[in-house]
């Protein structure tokens, strides 16, 4: 049997990363991203871009940064995601402040952010309500679209909504946004109509939360992921309590899991004030966004 690879006896840039990316091949969450995940964390100690360092990988780190790294790994390894490290995760060509109350923006939700700034578009001062806005990533993305939407954000959480505030603030759209603090529609007033309601509510089922890779199950909120004994719970609330929101013609983006279309439309299809819309894709091909039109 082989020698177990001995530590470098100088720890550069190009040294730490390609021990770590080893390193967190064979212990961490997800090995596939091992190289890409040492390199986001070195970045971040340092305080630098991530192409930064490979125009400076014969440089040595000063001992407190090689200290401060080696606890991030340590803390990646016990399946802490990669964003609650940093601090951030990109989204819509943006970077967005998160923590543990928020949870993550992932790629999928860009296709209903590219579908609602595309009905936008053609509006004269749009009005949107997000419904769950988490980190705000969907409401400050859309308050930053050429067509300046209003723009209604709820949260039933109050750790979230200070993380949207400073989201709004950072991307200068907090003139355009008025944060709420109540479940669904429960804190919007009762005359507020609007062109577009948007939302990425809960939606995983029990079962498929054991089923979660840990980073997510153990980390993330579960206010924001448990979608009742079937997933649907607030579609089911959601389409009820819609029609009064919506202006004539205004338009309902839901994201949706990759097996509840067809559940959702049916849901959409019981109401008589909606006409059902197309379900669109994410870059993966899979059903992401369910759409319905107020009558």
């Known amino acids: 049997m082989p020698p177990a690879p001995q530590p470098p006896t100088v720890w550069t840039i190009k040294a730490l990363l390609d021990w770590t990316a080893d390193f967190l091949a064979k212990k961490g969450p997800d090995p596939k991203a091992?190289?890409?995940?040492?390199q986001i964390l070195l970045a971040h100690v340092l305080g630098c871009k991530k192409i930064d360092l490979m125009v400076r990988y014969d440089e040595q780190p000063a001992e407190a940064d090689r200290t401060a790294y080696r606890e991030l790994i340590k803390r990646r390894?016990?399946?802490?995601?990669?964003?609650?490290?940093?601090g951030f995760r990109e989204f819509h060509l943006l970077p967005f402040e998160v923590t543990p109350a928020v949870l993550i923006p992932r790629p999928?939700?860009?296709?209903?952010v590219s579908e609602a700034a595309r009905l936008l578009k053609p509006l004269t001062a749009p009005t949107v309500l997000?419904?769950?806005?988490?980190?705000?990533?969907?409401?400050?993305?859309?308050a930053k679209e050429k067509a300046a939407p209003r723009v209604t954000a709820v949260?039933?959480?109050p750790d979230a909504l200070d993380v949207a505030k400073r989201n709004a603030e950072k991307h200068a759209v907090d003139d355009r946004i008025t944060f709420l603090q109540?479940?669904?529609?429960?804190p919007v007033p009762?005359?507020?109509?609007?062109?577009?309601?948007?939302?990425?509510?809960?939606?995983?089922?029990?079962?498929?939360?054991?089923?979660?890779?840990?980073d997510v199950r153990d980390h993330e909120p579960r206010l924001a992921l448990d979608g009742g004994p079937d997933g649907l719970a607030f579609y089911r609330r959601i389409a009820a309590e819609v029609g009064p929101s919506l202006k004539p013609g205004g338009w309902l983006l839901v994201e949706i899991g990759a097996t509840q279309d067809e559940?959702?439309?049916?849901?959409?299809a019981d109401r008589p004030e909606l006409e059902l819309g197309k379900t669109l894709r994410d870059a993966g091909g899979r059903p992401r966004v369910a759409c319905a039109r107020r009558r």
């Open 34 to 38: 091992a190289r890409l995940e040492a």
């Open 77 to 86: 390894v016990d399946a802490w995601p990669v964003a609650y490290l940093v």
């Open 108 to 112: 999928e939700t860009e296709t209903l």
């Open 130 to 142: 997000d419904l769950g806005t988490g980190s705000g990533c969907i409401a400050v993305s859309l």
């Open 155 to 157: 949260d039933v959480s």
């Open 182 to 186: 109540g479940d669904l529609f429960g």
């Open 190 to 214: 009762a005359d507020a109509t609007f062109d577009l309601v948007v939302s990425n509510p809960p939606y995983v089922t029990p079962a498929e939360l054991a089923t979660l890779a840990p």
């Open 263 to 268: 559940a959702v439309r049916a849901i959409f």
